[in-house]
């Protein structure tokens, strides 16, 4: 493939020319400039792709027109803004497709409605794209220059779906690339002559692996990062989207990064935004205008919020470290990087000079003098001052320094000395030499040091040698407690402690396995039969034997004592009483006590209800009265054995001019204490009890409401009943009516006797 090249002393008067930005108005929001170089080969023909690509373009338009000044390149580029047709293929003008401008949908949907989709023979020139990109000059007015506005933030997207290529332009067209040379700097800056080459083998087909020529392909992609190195060096940063399979990944990432747009730091293969589908495509778009959209640090307003510069920070550093800086008004500034600091010893490289703690000392003394010593990672060593050393007898120097000269010499260098150590673990008599230093050396026999004299073991040796063998004892234990044990002749003696005994029933826990008691039964028995009982607590409780029991009448010998059913008479009760029950073959039978019968009028309570005579007994014109049936008396008469009271002819069992008291006697009535019911109160000799005073003398009625009740008690006292009962009464009324009726017949019958 063919590239148009320029000479270096162009590009580097470029890349040097930048005009002044206008100052903008304290938070004005300026909007930014984005060129898309829109790929327009005729591989894009593959599937739907182009139509995808403009689809996408037009929904970034629609969502950011209205803040994002947008312009339109396509490349190769056959067609000037006016619609008449170029034959330019490999070669660009400097003329917009679409102008950059706010509100560009309309243009740009207008465009490509009327300019149609490539030919498949078109190339894919991103390099010649970038070549006249960076070439322009702002003087251009509204052509390409614009891109390069000094008063907005300018930006350039790369979209294509191929690799760098002017293979049919080369072969079939201009033959652009055949002849001629060009002059650059090479990488290491050495000016070189190259000739023009091919980017593709013309005997290949685009389709096979070595259609492009590698070392081409390689010249071209450092062409392309230099132009793109450019624009960024002029404040123009270059983003890069790749879609499809048939990208040049290696191009395109080395493009994003050099183009200041990489995705994120430290990024290796996916710089750029590779896309497969046009979801994909228009995702990657619209980031990259959030991207320009977003504030930086350059004293603009970029997001219009109404704020510059707002809440933007980032990571700097000193020779000590890292930390964040803060922006203002577009400028970084408050760096909390640490900073350097003077040395110290401390074990930290505080001037952050790659040292630690270097070139420090100080002075420093001992006992014998003074000094210098040095900072060695956070201490202080190498005292030059001179050390106390061990003294030494005899030298007649104060060797440790501490004022005193040849002290702590036990000996005198030379001298000999019994002394005992062990060979084996078995004590041993030596010999002990003082040493230059004034102490005894090792305890030595026939050149050979003896060990120490050792803690005494169970060996049969005297280990300690204090002249005793096996002189020591040691903890031991059973599971029942702990006690000691006792060396003897080279072997340890039983333990002394309690061992554990077979489990019986004592309340202690013989066998030492925490259990108190456990499991112990034995054979019991009881009158009534034989069982097993247990121990608890050192007592044998729970016998399962039957136990004897009450005996109940159920034709058993419960309290087994040989006979069933024994000595069961028991107390019982029915209404009327008490009585007696017994048990026939484990049945128990009737109670003995008087059943309730029907009532009936004879002074007992038959029916046993607590009541006496009571209910209707007697019939129409008498009432049960002291257990019989009386009549009302007639002219206060009555016949047979029955005498008058209250009315009625009753059987009375006290004499006449007596009474029934409340005790049980009969008394003669209205006497001092003949009053049961009722008061005294008009001291006559027949003194009226009832609660309100009559004035009368004479017999007391018994009526319940006006007359005071002298005769009568209840049933079982000593002279009988004489008190008319309140549930067998007459009403007050019909008795009165009754006597009455019979006065006045009795007084009828004794005028007619007169007549």
Same mark, same amino acid.
């Given at each position: 493939?063919?590239?148009?090249?320029?000479?270096?002393?162009?590009?580097?008067?470029?890349?040097?020319?930048?005009?002044?930005?206008?100052?903008?108005?304290?938070?004005?929001?300026?909007?930014?400039?984005?060129?898309?170089?829109?790929?327009?080969?005729?591989?894009?023909?593959?599937?739907?792709?182009?139509?995808?690509?403009?689809?996408?373009?037009?929904?970034?338009?629609?969502?950011?027109?209205?803040?994002?000044?947008?312009?339109?390149?396509?490349?190769? *580029?056959?067609?000037?803004?006016?619609?008449?047709?170029?034959?330019?293929?490999?070669?660009?003008?400097?003329?917009?497709?679409?102008?950059?401008?706010?509100?560009?949908?309309?243009?740009?949907?207008?465009?490509?409605?009327?300019?149609?989709?490539?030919?498949?023979?078109?190339?894919?020139?991103?390099?010649?794209?970038?070549?006249?990109?960076?070439?322009?000059?702002?003087?251009?007015?509204?052509?390409?220059?614009?891109?390069?506005?000094?008063?907005?933030?300018?930006?350039?997207?790369?979209?294509?779906?191929?690799?760098?290529?002017?293979?049919?332009?080369?072969?079939?067209?201009?033959?652009?690339?055949?002849?001629?040379?060009?002059?650059? *700097?090479?990488?290491?800056?050495?000016?070189?002559?190259? $000739?023009?080459?091919?980017?593709?083998?013309?005997?290949?087909?685009?389709?096979?692996?070595?259609?492009?020529?590698?070392?081409?392909?390689?010249?071209?992609?450092?062409?392309?990062?230099?132009?793109?190195?450019?624009?960024?060096?002029?404040?123009?940063?270059?983003?890069?989207?790749?879609?499809?399979?048939?990208?040049?990944?290696?191009?395109?990432?080395?493009?994003?990064?050099?183009?200041?747009?990489?995705?994120?730091?430290?990024?290796?293969?996916?710089?750029?935004?590779?896309?497969?589908?046009?979801?994909?495509?228009?995702?990657?778009?619209?980031?990259?205008?959030?991207?320009?959209?977003?504030?930086?640090?350059?004293?603009?307003?970029?997001?219009?919020?109404?704020?510059?510069?707002?809440?933007?920070?980032?990571?700097?550093?000193?020779?000590?470290?890292?930390?964040?800086?803060?922006?203002?008004?577009?400028?970084?500034?408050?760096?909390?990087?640490?900073?350097?600091?003077?040395?110290?010893?401390?074990?930290?490289?505080?001037?952050?000079?790659?040292?630690?703690?270097?070139?420090?000392?100080?002075?420093?003394?001992?006992?014998?003098?003074?000094?210098?010593?040095?900072?060695?990672?956070?201490?202080?060593?190498?005292?030059?001052?001179?050390?106390?050393?061990?003294?030494?007898?005899?030298?007649?120097?104060?060797?440790?320094?501490?004022?005193?000269?040849?002290?702590?010499?036990?000996?005198?260098?030379?001298?000999?000395?019994?002394?005992?150590?062990?060979?084996?673990?078995?004590?041993?008599?030596?010999?002990?030499?003082?040493?230059?230093?004034?102490?005894?050396?090792?305890?030595?026999?026939?050149?050979?040091?003896?060990?120490?004299?050792?803690?005494?073991?169970?060996?049969?040796?005297?280990?300690?040698?204090?002249?005793?063998?096996?002189?020591?004892?040691?903890?031991?234990?059973?599971?029942?407690?702990?006690?000691?044990?006792?060396?003897?002749?080279?072997?340890?003696?039983?333990?002394?402690?309690?061992?554990?005994?077979?489990?019986?029933?004592?309340?202690?826990?013989?066998?030492?396995?925490?259990?108190?008691?456990?499991?112990?039964?034995?054979?019991?028995?009881?009158?009534?039969?034989?069982?097993?009982?247990?121990?608890?607590?050192?007592?044998?409780?729970?016998?399962?034997?039957?136990?004897?029991?009450?005996?109940?009448?159920?034709?058993?010998?419960?309290?087994?004592?040989?006979?069933?059913?024994?000595?069961?008479?028991?107390?019982?009760?029915?209404?009327?009483?008490?009585?007696?029950?017994?048990?026939?073959?484990?049945?128990?039978?009737?109670?003995?006590?008087?059943?309730?019968?029907?009532?009936?009028? $004879?002074?007992?309570?038959?029916?046993?209800?607590?009541?006496? $005579?009571?209910?209707?007994?007697?019939?129409?014109?008498?009432?049960?009265?002291?257990?019989?049936?009386?009549?009302?008396?007639?002219?206060?008469?009555?016949?047979?054995?029955?005498?008058?009271?209250?009315? *009625?002819?009753?059987?009375?069992?006290?004499?006449?001019?007596?009474?029934?008291?409340?005790?049980?006697?009969?008394?003669?009535?209205?006497?001092?204490?003949?009053?049961?019911?009722?008061?005294?109160?008009?001291?006559?000799?027949?003194?009226?009890?009832?609660?309100?005073?009559?004035?009368?003398?004479?017999? $007391?009625?018994?009526?319940?409401?006006?007359?005071?009740?002298?005769?009568?008690?209840?049933?079982?006292?000593?002279?009988?009943?004489?008190?008319?009962?309140?549930?067998?009464?007459?009403?007050?009324?019909?008795?009165?009516?009754?006597?009455?009726?019979?006065?006045?017949?009795?007084?009828?019958?004794?005028?007619?006797?007169?007549?």
């Amino acid at each position: 493939m063919k590239h148009y090249r320029i000479g270096l002393v162009l590009m580097i008067c470029t890349m040097l020319w930048v005009p002044a930005r206008p100052a903008a108005a304290a938070n004005e929001c300026i909007d930014p400039n984005v060129l898309v170089l829109f790929d327009y080969s005729g591989s894009l023909l593959s599937g739907n792709q182009y139509q995808d690509a403009i689809d996408s373009l037009k929904s970034l338009a629609t969502d950011y027109q209205s803040q994002i000044r947008f312009g339109l390149m396509l490349f190769p *580029y056959l067609t000037d803004a006016a619609g008449t047709n170029k034959t330019y293929k490999c070669t660009f003008s400097t003329e917009l497709t679409v102008p950059l401008a706010l509100n560009n949908l309309s243009a740009i949907s207008s465009f490509f409605t009327k300019f149609g989709a490539p030919k498949g023979t078109y190339d894919t020139p991103m390099l010649q794209a970038f070549q006249v990109v960076t070439n322009s000059s702002f003087s251009d007015g509204t052509k390409l220059g614009q891109i390069k506005d000094p008063g907005r933030r300018n930006y350039v997207i790369l979209f294509t779906d191929g690799v760098q290529d002017c293979c049919w332009d080369e072969l079939n067209g201009t033959q652009y690339g055949v002849t001629g040379s060009f002059s650059y *700097y090479d990488s290491t800056d050495q000016w070189v002559t190259k $000739d023009h080459q091919l980017d593709c083998n013309p005997d290949k087909k685009y389709y096979e692996s070595d259609y492009l020529i590698q070392d081409e392909l390689d010249l071209n992609r450092q062409q392309i990062a230099s132009y793109v190195t450019a624009l960024k060096n002029q404040g123009i940063l270059t983003f890069v989207v790749g879609l499809g399979t048939r990208t040049d990944p290696i191009t395109l990432n080395l493009l994003a990064k050099k183009g200041g747009t990489e995705r994120y730091a430290g990024c290796v293969n996916d710089c750029y935004y590779q896309v497969a589908n046009k979801t994909q495509l228009t995702e990657a778009f619209k980031d990259i205008a959030r991207i320009v959209k977003t504030e930086v640090c350059d004293g603009i307003d970029n997001n219009c919020d109404g704020k510059i510069d707002e809440n933007l920070t980032r990571n700097c550093s000193t020779k000590c470290g890292g930390g964040t800086e803060t922006c203002n008004m577009g400028k970084w500034e408050g760096c909390n990087a640490p900073q350097p600091q003077p040395e110290v010893c401390d074990g930290i490289d505080n001037n952050c000079d790659g040292k630690i703690d270097e070139n420090l000392t100080r002075s420093c003394s001992t006992k014998c003098g003074t000094g210098v010593e040095t900072c060695n990672n956070g201490k202080w060593v190498g005292c030059t001052a001179r050390q106390p050393e061990p003294e030494k007898c005899g030298d007649g120097i104060d060797n440790n320094c501490d004022g005193k000269i040849d002290e702590g010499c036990t000996c005198t260098p030379g001298a000999k000395q019994n002394c005992k150590g062990t060979i084996s673990g078995a004590c041993t008599e030596g010999e002990q030499v003082c040493d230059q230093q004034g102490q005894w050396g090792p305890c030595s026999k026939d050149g050979n040091v003896l060990a120490p004299p050792q803690e005494e073991i169970c060996d049969g040796k005297d280990n300690d040698c204090d002249g005793v063998v096996d002189n020591i004892e040691r903890d031991c234990s059973t599971a029942c407690g702990s006690g000691k044990q006792v060396c003897k002749q080279g072997n340890w003696e039983e333990c002394s402690a309690p061992k554990p005994e077979p489990e019986i029933c004592d309340g202690k826990d013989n066998d030492c396995d925490g259990k108190i008691d456990e499991d112990l039964t034995r054979a019991c028995k009881t009158k009534c039969g034989e069982g097993v009982e247990t121990c608890v607590d050192g007592k044998w409780v729970n016998c399962t034997a039957p136990q004897p029991q009450p005996e109940i009448c159920d034709g058993k010998d419960n309290d087994c004592n040989g006979i069933v059913d024994d000595n069961l008479v028991t107390q019982c009760s029915t209404n009327c009483g008490v009585g007696l029950q017994t048990c026939d073959n484990g049945v128990p039978s009737d109670c003995s006590s008087v059943q309730p019968v029907k009532e009936v009028c $004879d002074g007992l309570d038959n029916d046993c209800n607590g009541k006496v $005579d009571d209910g209707d007994l007697c019939g129409p014109g008498s009432i049960c009265f002291c257990g019989s049936c009386s009549t009302v008396a007639v002219n206060g008469e009555c016949f047979g054995n029955r005498k008058p009271f209250g009315g *009625y002819c009753v059987i009375d069992n006290c004499p006449v001019g007596t009474i029934c008291t409340d005790n049980g006697d009969c008394e003669p009535h209205d006497g001092p204490i003949d009053n049961p019911n009722g008061n005294d109160v008009d001291a006559g000799d027949k003194g009226n009890d009832s609660i309100t005073p009559d004035g009368n003398n004479g017999l $007391d009625t018994a009526d319940p409401n006006t007359g005071g009740n002298d005769g009568g008690s209840e049933a079982g006292n000593k002279c009988g009943c004489r008190t008319i009962q309140s549930n067998s009464a007459l009403p007050t009324s019909t008795g009165f009516g009754l006597l009455g009726f019979f006065l006045l017949l009795g007084l009828l019958r004794r005028r007619m006797k007169q007549l």
